[in-house]
């Protein structure tokens, strides 16, 4: 379009349209009326539709497309739009014809439009998958899954056959003051009981004296929860980890997880540790699996005990089996009833009140859970391993 007005047209929304006169009607055909067009070009103006559908095949991407929308069939000043605006101006007798050719113009260029998106849609993908070598038709990359560490899992387990049987849950620190991991369980500094767990300990002096460590065990949370407990009864269990300096082999590593159980109240006898200890062993391996008792000696329980259960690797005949030591049977936690000292200590009168106590080595069990030669896996973080729990 030039910028003076042919004659018979008058400027609209950008374009040049047919003024009302009914004469200018009859007036205006032109060279840029395009010949397969349905569209009558004596109502509306010629090339236009040329115009508007050249515009839509030189738009290159999606945001000058969407300007073209805008431009001739945005709602508010599209170009289309001001021309359908304009039927109401026409002449009553053309009126209607020049409605029927802006409503065919109109479904044109929506037409147009579709094909365009879809046409640069196309265009995208083509260049992607060429551009970037991407077969789009390819099946997507499975996502690997993760899992809970097959110690949490062991120990989970465990937590919930204890929670079964009544037990309840709390937690202690594992930077422990000696006073809780020793003393209180009845193991005064120089006594040879303390060889028994080597310790791994902070490196800060309290009146010149180290007096803070990683707990080596989960018992100072026996006292821990009695000193809360004004009255027993009790039935708690704790877990966590805990730290010692040893010489790995294929049942120890420093760093283990314990489940410490204490139950006190009126009444509470050996027995009832037994049937515990059974339960729990029915729980997580079965009837199958057999478990023997020995007698040990820890300071803060009396009687103390120690129960082990048939080796896994070589189904408890001991010879030179590495993972037992020989022995045929895997120790997995120690136990006894509550040393009267340590519940007279706490306020309750030992006279009226017993309990037992045990630490269940979770490492231990996991390894006899599953058949695992050696507990130094678990720490190593070697996916192919741990992915098979
Ligand atoms: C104790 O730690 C006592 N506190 C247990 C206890 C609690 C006795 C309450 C009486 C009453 P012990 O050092 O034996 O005991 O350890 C208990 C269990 O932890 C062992 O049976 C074993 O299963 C596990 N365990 C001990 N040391 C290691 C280690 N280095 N690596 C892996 N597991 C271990």
């Known amino acids: 379009m030039g910028e003076l007005a042919p004659d018979n047209w008058h400027l609209v929304a950008g ?88 409503n065919e113009l109109k479904r044109k260029l929506e037409s147009a439009l579709a094909d365009r998106n879809e046409a640069i849609r196309k265009e995208a993908l083509r260049e992607l998958s060429t551009s970037a070598a991407l077969d789009v038709t390819l099946p997507g990359r499975p996502q690997a899954i993760g899992r809970l560490h097959p110690v949490t899992q062991t120990m989970r387990d465990i937590v919930k056959a204890f929670e079964e049987m009544g037990f309840r849950v709390a937690e202690g620190p594992e ?38 460590l990683l707990r080596t065990h989960t018992t100072p949370n026996q006292i821990r929860v009695m000193e809360r407990t004004p009255e027993p009864p009790i ?23 314990q489940i410490e159980a204490l139950a006190v109240g009126e009444g509470v006898r050996m027995s009832d540790l037994k049937g515990v200890l059974y339960g729990m062993a029915r729980k997580l391996f079965g009837n199958d699996r057999k478990i023997i008792f020995h007698h040990s000696y820890f300071p803060f329980v009396e009687p103390g005990v120690e129960m082990a259960m048939d080796c896994f690797i070589c189904r408890g005949s001991g010879s030179d089996c590495r993972t037992c030591h020989g022995t045929g049977w895997i120790e997995i936690l120690g136990a006894g009833m509550v040393h009267p000292e340590i519940i007279d200590k706490a306020g309750y009168d030992s006279s009226k009140h017993t309990g037992f106590a045990l630490g269940i080595g979770v490492e231990r069990v996991a390894l006899l859970r599953w058949g695992i030669e050696d507990i130094r896996h678990f720490y190593q973080n070697d996916l192919r391993f741990l992915a098979q729990f």
């Open 15 to 102: 374009g040049w349209w047919p003024t009302a006169s009914p004469t200018a009607l009859s007036l205006t055909s032109g060279p840029l009326y395009t010949q397969d067009s349905m569209i009558d070009s004596a109502l509306i103006p010629p090339g236009l539709e040329a115009e508007a559908l050249g515009a839509l095949a030189s738009a290159a991407d999606e945001a000058a497309i969407e300007a073209w929308r805008v431009q001739w069939l945005g709602r508010q000043d599209g170009r289309l739009t001001a021309l359908l605006r304009s039927v109401k101006e026409q002449p009553v007798e053309s009126r209607a014809a020049f409605g029927a050719a802006a």
């Open 175 to 212: 930077v422990e003051w000696d006073r809780y991991n020793f003393d209180a369980a009845r193991i005064p500094e120089d006594h040879p009981a303390r060889d028994m767990w080597d310790t791994i300990w902070v490196n800060t002096l309290i009146d010149g004296k180290r007096s803070m």
């Open 235 to 257: 039935r708690v269990i704790v877990p966590g980890k805990c730290y010692r300096q040893e010489a790995t082999d294929a049942t120890h590593e420093w760093m283990l997880t």
